[in-house]
């Protein structure tokens, strides 16, 4: 909490000076209509005074009205405090989510993470918002409330207050259950959340297998068990409102037997005890409520402790102090002695070393598993070697900004993702200050322009979360297209293994011979005509290069890896492949 209040606190501080204001209005307000009931009992009925009675009637409308203003007013700016707090923590956490590194991504789940932020966030809101209405409206309150008891009775107000020790004693047990159920079900949502979302995006395969009952069932218990956690919380922490009711019944029928007992032996004027009972009832519910406030706090202390555990994870791999910016002149890849692991002992690069030529195509080969898309995420610096070192144009990629590093690069994924937007602006995402021209230029470079013309909207047209209009090969030509406009002198492109129609296929293809044309391309390749035609192979397995050199050299070794390779492919989709070359040359 203390690091929340360090955090925001000093900018709000204006507006919690003017809430806490209204606050004590509200409170003092209360205070004032139980100190003046005295005067009514005494003056007005006791001893008939009744000239005093528009006085005493004019207060009450004005204390009510006073009252009403301010409680209007500390609600309004607590909420504005509370939503914009919300909308910092959000903006926080997810330009924290950015900078963290691929490792930590592999580790969670979208979906439960998106709901676990949503759940924490409202709590931290809930915090501050509690705190402050109940530290300054019911502790000024009770105050305000005590002050008038024992003004009008010393000895009343001690049986009163004898109900405070057992009362925190009660709270303190509650707290520390809650702390643990709390935190429990805060996982137990994100986990249902998760699922649910997950269930969604993949529906498509959920009705081709089937699975509907099967899901169900793993959905319904993670619900009937987020229902047991909050049914759980309510237990726990509705437990203290017997505690509280029982010792508040103790007291004020313990002050009430008193007084009877005085005023019958002593014979008081009734005013004065009438005031200390109102005091008392009315100082009921902030008392309540303040006993109420740890343990509403400890549920927000938990959503805060989880939010401050995501932000306090460290990016990693910041950029090496005095770290310059990349220069790309030819844009020559060298990997020197490579070895890599994801954390764990298995090594899943081994001594790789080769030279990808400047301006020229590198095709990656092997089986499934190989390492093949490590070596190109390695590139990029979504993670960082443990030895040897990877070089461009001569200078180690370790050594230089991560943002000059990957604005040099273009990458081209297996599962083109497109995002939330615009046909357009999921293309400019290559390049924010393309100009609409260079984008268009790009599209029709890509072969993506003609169905986008075709689309009612054109460039315009509004792609869903996974681009659900288009089709597999439009959504690889669009990526194609982003990857034009970045116009960057590397290019890393992972091939799609998944079919495509004929035309489709051809028409990718000749998109990514452009792609590729001048620039310094590594790629994993899964079809055989980008093999044969690229300037230099290199055969993995199991993390290590068992092969290197063009396509003539590699099939001249009949026991190498690539020449099996290239036999299990089948002589088949090599005839396509030389017809293709054929009508291309004839073309
Ligand atoms: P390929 O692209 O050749 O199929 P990968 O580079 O994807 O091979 O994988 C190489 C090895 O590294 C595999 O054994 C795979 O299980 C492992 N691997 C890939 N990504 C991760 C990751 N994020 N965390 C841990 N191991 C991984």
Redesign the pocket.
């Known amino acids: 909490m203390r690091r929340i209040l360090a955090e925001n606190g000093r900018e709000y501080l204006p507006q919690y000076a003017l809430a806490t204001l209204c606050l004590v209005a509200v409170a003092a307000t209360t205070a004032f209509s139980a100190w003046i009931m005295r005067d009514i009992i005494d003056e007005i009925f006791y001893r008939e005074n009744y000239e005093l009675v528009p006085y005493i009637c004019g207060a009450i409308v004005a204390a009510f009205a006073i009252r009403g203003i301010a409680s209007y007013g500390q609600a309004v700016i607590l909420a504005r405090i509370g939503n914009n707090l919300v909308a910092r923590y959000q903006r926080r956490l997810f330009d924290h989510l950015m900078r963290l590194g ?2 930590f991504y ?1 580790s969670a789940r979208s979906g439960q993470l998106a709901a676990q932020i949503s759940q924490n966030v409202t709590g931290i809101r809930d915090m501050l918002s509690i705190t402050l209405t109940s530290i300054a409206r019911d502790l000024v309150s009770l105050i305000g409330l005590v002050a008038v008891m024992v003004m009008q009775d010393p000895l009343l107000s001690v049986i009163g207050l004898l109900i405070g020790p057992p009362l925190v004693y009660a709270v303190n047990y509650l707290m520390r259950r809650l702390r643990r159920v709390t935190r429990e079900s805060v996982e137990v949502n994100s986990h249902l959340f998760g699922a649910m979302q997950e269930t969604v995006q993949g529906i498509a395969i959920v009705k081709a297998f089937t699975m509907e009952e099967q899901l169900s069932k793993k959905l319904s218990e993670l619900v009937a068990s987020a229902e047991n956690r909050a049914n759980k919380i309510a237990r726990v922490s509705e437990r203290l409102t017997p505690i509280t009711e029982m010792l508040a019944g103790l007291a004020i029928a313990g002050v009430i037997g008193y007084a009877a007992y005085r005023a019958a032996s002593a014979g008081q004027s009734p005013g004065s005890v009438f005031a200390f009972i109102t005091a008392l009832l009315l100082a009921y519910d902030p008392a309540r409520r303040l006993a109420r406030v740890q343990v509403n706090l400890e549920r927000s202390l938990v959503n805060a402790r989880m939010i401050y555990e995501l932000l306090d994870q460290e990016p990693p791999q910041r950029d090496a102090p005095g770290a310059k910016e990349l220069v790309v002149g030819a844009g020559g890849i060298v990997f020197r002695g490579v070895c890599f ?4 002992d ?1 090594r ?2 081994d001594d790789v070393s080769f030279e990808a030529e400047p301006g020229g195509v590198t095709a ?1 080969v ?12 390695l590139v990029q610096r979504f993670y960082d070697v443990d030895s040897g070192r990877i070089e461009i144009d001569g200078q180690d990629i370790a050594d230089v900004t991560k943002s000059s590093l990957r604005a040099r690069i273009a990458y081209v994924s297996q599962h083109p993702y497109l995002f939330e937007g615009t046909i357009r602006d999921n293309i400019r995402y290559g390049r924010p200050d393309a100009s609409d021209e260079e984008i268009e230029t790009a599209a029709r470079l890509a072969n993506a322009d003609d169905f986008i013309r075709e689309s009612a909207f054109g460039y315009e047209a509004l792609v869903g979360e996974n681009g659900i209009t288009l089709s597999g090969g439009q959504r690889q030509r669009l990526s194609i297209a982003r990857a034009i406009v970045r116009n960057a002198p590397i290019l890393l492109l ?1 091939e799609a293994t998944s079919a495509l129609d004929n035309e489709s296929e051809a028409r990718v293809q000749d998109a990514l011979d452009t792609v590729m044309k001048g620039r310094t391309t590594i790629v ?1 390749a899964h079809r055989l005509s980008t093999v044969v035609n690229a300037d230099k192979i290199v055969v ?1 397995e199991e ?1 290590r290069v068992v092969e290197q050199g063009t396509h003539r050299a590699l099939i001249a070794d009949p026991a190498g890896l690539y020449a099996r390779f290239h036999r299990l492919q089948g002589e088949r989709s090599l005839e396509i492949v030389d017809d293709q070359l054929l009508k291309e040359k004839s073309a």
């Open positions: 691929l490792d592999s692991s994801y954390g764990s298995k899943v690069l990656i092997g089986s499934s598993g190989a390492g093949k898309s490590t070596l190109v995420a992972d994993i993995m993390g």
